[in-house]
Nanobody, 115 residues
């Protein structure tokens, strides 16, 4: 059974930084496609960043070089480093792993950016 647990969210001022973590159990973060998604108030869930099996990355257009997705095999954890945060980045952030044809989601972590 794959389980994903996000952490690292919180309240930060505009221009600040946060690092989100997604700790996985039941499957390896480094050999399965993974990604970060977010859902703001009254909005649909959208892709923030994705990382493939070979480490290729893809970012939402709104990221514009501010965020970096990465993985650490030793801790079986995926990260999202977020810099230059804006109030419009306020959302619940979710991690996802695709594993043998199924998508597994974490419970989400709230990120709130004040102006």
């Amino acid at each position: 059974q794959v389980q994903l647990v996000e952490s690292g969210g919180g309240l930060v001022q505009a221009g600040g930084s946060l690092r989100l973590s997604c700790a996985a159990s039941g499957a390896a973060t480094t050999i399965n496609p993974m990604g970060w998604y977010r859902q703001g108030p009254g909005k649909q869930r959208e892709v923030v960043a994705q990382i493939s099996i070979i480490g290729a990355t893809n970012y939402g257009d709104f990221v514009k070089g501010r965020f970096t997705i990465s993985r650490e095999a030793a801790k079986n954890t995926m990260y999202l480093q977020m810099n230059s945060l804006k109030p419009e980045d306020t959302a619940v952030y979710y991690c996802k792993m695709s594993y043998y044809g199924r998508d597994y989601w974490g419970q989400g972590t709230q990120v709130t950016v004040s102006s």
